[in-house]
């Protein structure tokens, strides 16, 4: 059988199946159809456009988009280790921030 005719054949067994509303073990049964077969040609054509879909149209919902509020004018970086609190504005020394993190660092 050509490729054609066996792709063929698939597209009407599958278009058969969704419109008997069966579930797929009942009709392939009824219809002597390998199960694993018939999902696999239907993954195989879910593009193909001479398969009957069963497709819910689409909806669209409308979403209201806020701005997010402003950033606060002074930049702050807060660090929560454990109950420990470290605030770091900008313009900050770095190596103070390094040593600050070292020391918290050898406690825990």
Do not use: H
């Not at 018939?38 to 879909?53: D, E, F, P």
């Amino acid at each position: 059988m050509a490729r054609e005719d066996v792709q063929k054949k698939w597209e009407e067994r599958i278009a058969a199946f969704r419109a008997s509303g069966e579930k797929a073990v009942k009709w392939c049964k009824a219809n002597q159809v390998d199960r694993r077969g018939l999902y696999t040609w239907m993954k195989r054509l879910g593009g193909s456009s001479t398969v009957v879909t069963t497709a819910k149209p689409t909806t669209f919902v409308k979403a209201v988009v806020t701005p997010e509020p402003e950033p606060k004018s002074s930049a702050c970086l807060r660090i929560k280790i454990g109950a420990a609190v470290i605030e770091v504005d900008a313009g900050f020394n770095p190596a103070l921030l390094r040593n600050v993190v070292q020391a918290l660092e050898d406690v825990c």
